[in-house]
């Protein structure tokens, strides 16, 4: 199964950006990156996906390394409800399988 | 638009009966995906349908495991016979081509096998 690689857990105060890592070391060329988010008790939902250029939304921001082999997902002013596990998952194009890993635990301190 | 519906949102049923999870996916999505979710495994694709038809069910655990789709706004996930070990929040997601745009979720359905 194609993995991604996320810490475990991070922490984040109210306001402030937030930076999401992730390593795909084994993405292939037609690959998506995508991230989604569960907040406690309820499905994933979407929070954007790219594949060679960074992409912003209004929800937040995604930044791919030029050998897209890592990215990060940016939230730039944390709120409470954005505390949630954030997965990254490389796949879609031709490969609809998105693999959810463990993803990370995001908290946000007021 | 309603989202993706799914009942029921909680089963709790007894070790050997049968169990249906049904799932209306958005209007006009052409891709429906089951997940399960449990704490031990985390979130798996169970099994992926694509214009109605099963396109992809490597995922699904056994034979008590059954999925369909009649038609292009109804799915359901059967289980018969039931066991403790099915025990977790099943998903349902769709969307509009594949795993290349964005997945939309439904609530879940939290089944319990005594």
């Known amino acids: 199964d194609a993995k991604t690689t996320q810490p475990n857990s991070m922490e984040s105060n109210e306001e402030e950006p937030v930076h999401l890592p992730c390593n795909h070391s084994t993405i292939s060329g037609t690959d998506y990156i995508h991230w989604y988010r569960q907040l406690p008790s309820q499905g994933p939902e979407y929070v954007i996906h790219?594949?060679?250029s960074n992409v912003n939304n209004r929800m937040a921001s995604l930044a791919i390394a030029e050998d897209r082999k890592s990215s990060t997902l940016i939230l730039h002013r944390a709120t409470l409800r954005d505390a949630a596990v954030y997965y990254c998952?490389?796949?879609?194009?031709?490969?609809?399988?998105?693999?959810f890993g463990k993803g990370t635990l995001l908290t946000v301190n007021p | 638009d309603a989202g993706v519906i799914q009942s029921p949102r909680h089963e709790v049923t007894e070790m050997g009966q049968e169990v249906t999870l049904r799932c209306k996916p958005i209007?006009?999505?052409?891709?429906l995906f089951w997940y399960r979710q449990t704490m031990m495994r985390g979130l798996e694709l169970l099994i992926y349908?694509?214009?109605?038809?099963?396109?992809?069910d490597s995922g699904m655990p056994e034979d008590r495991f059954s999925a369909k789709m009649p038609n292009a706004s109804f799915s359901t996930l059967k289980i018969q016979p039931s066991e403790p070990r099915d025990s977790a929040v099943y998903f349902c997601?769709?969307?509009?081509?594949?795993?290349?745009?964005?997945?939309?979720f439904g609530e879940g359905s939290r089944l319990t096998v005594l």
């Open positions: 209007s006009g999505h052409n891709s």
């Open positions: 349908f694509n214009n109605n038809v099963p396109i992809d």
């Open positions: 997601a769709s969307s509009l081509s594949g795993g290349t745009g964005e997945l939309f």
């Open positions: 998952i490389q796949g879609g194009g031709s490969n609809y399988k998105l693999t």
């Open positions: 790219g594949l060679t």
